[in-house]
């Protein structure tokens, strides 16, 4: 389990990845989809992604030039991890428990 929130852990990489998980998706679109993530903060989550394995950055020569990002093979492995994550979600969500509940 270590392992595993060492490489997805944190603020914004479950978020991230979690875009990521059903196609590929360009930075800019991820920083939409991302809210409150800077434009720093976010290259930085990808950049470590990559160096992790998770991620794959593919640079497109168009013009104008655009970058992309998707999983690796490693990466889809976690789409079980990912799923359960957003099931526990929508029934936990961001509800926040009473103090008489809690």
Do not use: C
Request: aromatic share 6%; proline share 7%.
């Amino acid at each position: 389990m270590t392992a595993t929130v060492e490489v997805i852990g944190g603020r914004w990489k479950p978020t991230i990845l979690f875009h990521l998980k059903d196609q590929p998706r360009r930075f800019n679109e991820l920083r939409r989809l991302v809210p409150g993530i800077t434009q720093r903060m976010l290259t930085l989550q990808l950049r470590a992604l990559e160096q992790d394995g998770i991620v794959a950055r593919t640079v497109h020569n168009t013009i104008p030039p655009h970058v992309e990002y998707s999983f690796t093979r490693k990466g889809w492995t976690l789409g079980p991890l990912l799923d359960a994550m957003e099931v526990w979600g929508e029934k936990n969500g961001p509800r926040r428990r009473s103090k008489a509940s809690a």
